[in-house]
């Protein structure tokens, strides 16, 4: 048996690593970009403006930061809504509301 197909030793983990959880972490992260890219179809700028954009700053904070909540797997999703509500006008307060609580809250 080679080496590096041996488990047990540091070559061997690091094949069985890349063979068995590398496809996985991919197969997760294509999921999360395609639905993700699905929700921006639904949801336009426009109308995520007017949802939480349009709002006094408190309320907007608070729509934000639950929306934040709500949102799963910390930088996969947060990071591509984050930069749709940037490009969508919404203010900076808000969407630093959402950008915190969706990392903070989630695992």
Known sequence: M???CQQGTHLGDAVAFFLYDVPKILLLLTAMVFLIGVVRTFFSPERTRALLGG???GVGNILAAMLGIVTPFC???AVPLFIGFVESG???GVTFSFLIAAPTINE
């Open 2 to 4: 080679c080496l590096a």
């Open 55 to 57: 709002k006094r700053q």
């Open 75 to 77: 930088s996969c999703s």
């Open 90 to 92: 919404i203010p900076l």
